[in-house]
């Protein structure tokens, strides 16, 4: 029992140690069973169910602009959480050329919580499975962010909406 509950506590320290090396801040709110995930340095918070838990970005992943991913036992949907320099491009300019990059025909201009987004859908394939991914973008005076959620399962499209309409922007100078 005592084995157990220290390799417990160490693998919680590993995963808070990992989650923070990738400037990822996680902070629980128990109080209505979700967590609030700040999207690396962006400002951005996102709230999740809190059965959502941090895996492993691997090096390629990292190498991708990719600084966390996230998974659930409870829903099949995963999803990515990106953050890179903006190098003097606009939101539509950035999204533009990236939609196309992975092969989407359009891209949407929205705004969720007075926040300026772009949407774009497109195919993906991971362990030879098609998925359709739905990737949202913002941006900061230096920095973009992005959520690319993986619609797998029936709550998939649902779950994704719920999540995003929680966006906001938190002033880190407080």
């Known amino acids: 029992m005592k084995h157990s509950m220290i390799s417990g506590i160490m693998a919680l320290t590993l995963t808070t140690i990992a989650v923070f090396s990738h400037g990822v801040d996680v902070k629980a709110s128990e109080k209505n069973g979700t967590t609030d995930i700040a999207i690396g340095t962006t400002g951005y918070v996102i709230s999740v169910p809190s059965d959502y838990?941090?895996?492993?970005?691997?090096?390629?992943?990292?190498?991708?602009?990719?600084?966390?991913?996230?998974?659930?036992d409870k829903h099949l949907m995963d999803f990515d959480v990106y953050q890179y320099a903006k190098d003097g491009r606009t939101l539509k300019e950035?999204?533009?050329?990236?939609?196309?990059?992975?092969?989407?025909?359009?891209?949407?201009?929205?705004?969720?919580?007075?926040?300026?987004?772009?949407?774009?859908?497109?195919?993906?394939?991971?362990?030879?499975?098609?998925?359709?991914?739905?990737?949202?973008?913002?941006?900061?005076?230096?920095?973009?962010?992005?959520l690319a959620f993986w619609l797998d399962g029936d709550d998939a499209e649902e779950l994704t909406e719920e999540i995003?309409?929680?966006?906001?922007?938190?002033?880190?100078?407080?």
Not at 58 to 64: L, P
Not at 104 to 127: C, G, H, M, P, V
Not at 164 to 174: F, P, W
């Open 53 to 72: 838990y941090s895996a492993d970005v691997t090096d390629v992943e990292r190498r991708d602009d990719m600084i966390a991913y996230y998974k659930s």
């Open 94 to 146: 950035y999204t533009e050329i990236e939609s196309k990059e992975y092969g989407a025909e359009k891209f949407e201009e929205i705004s969720i919580n007075d926040i300026d987004i772009t949407l774009y859908y497109s195919e993906e394939k991971y362990d030879g499975i098609e998925y359709r991914v739905a990737n949202y973008i913002f941006e900061t005076d230096e920095d973009f962010g992005e």
């Open 164 to 174: 995003m309409a929680t966006i906001k922007y938190v002033d880190q100078t407080e």
